[in-house]
């Protein structure tokens, strides 16, 4: 291996590091988001009691306004 290909190399490393730091940030947001998402619905369940109709329109409306998230489907579906 000559010395381009070793600099061109330890580009192409860096950009792997950083892309990988990068999923990790967005996943340590995501479970934070989810974690906050939870708690949220649980309160609002326990202190203003929401009940199944109200949680069933929240469901619809996340659907609509995300329909791509794998939350939704894992939590509340």
């Known amino acids: 291996m ?6 061109f190399n ?4 860096m950009i792997e590091i950083r892309r990988n730091n990068a999923y990790c940030k967005v996943n340590e947001e995501l479970i934070s988001l989810y974690w906050d998402f939870e ?3 649980n309160e609002k369940v326990n202190q203003e009691k929401w009940g ?3 949680v069933d329109k929240l469901v619809h409306f996340m659907k609509e306004n995300y329909p791509k998230s794998e939350f939704l489907e894992k939590h509340l579906c």
């Open 10 to 13: 330890e580009i192409a490393q």
């Open 39 to 41: 708690k949220y619905i």
């Open 2 to 7: 000559n010395d381009l290909e070793i600099n």
């Open 52 to 54: 199944t109709k109200i």
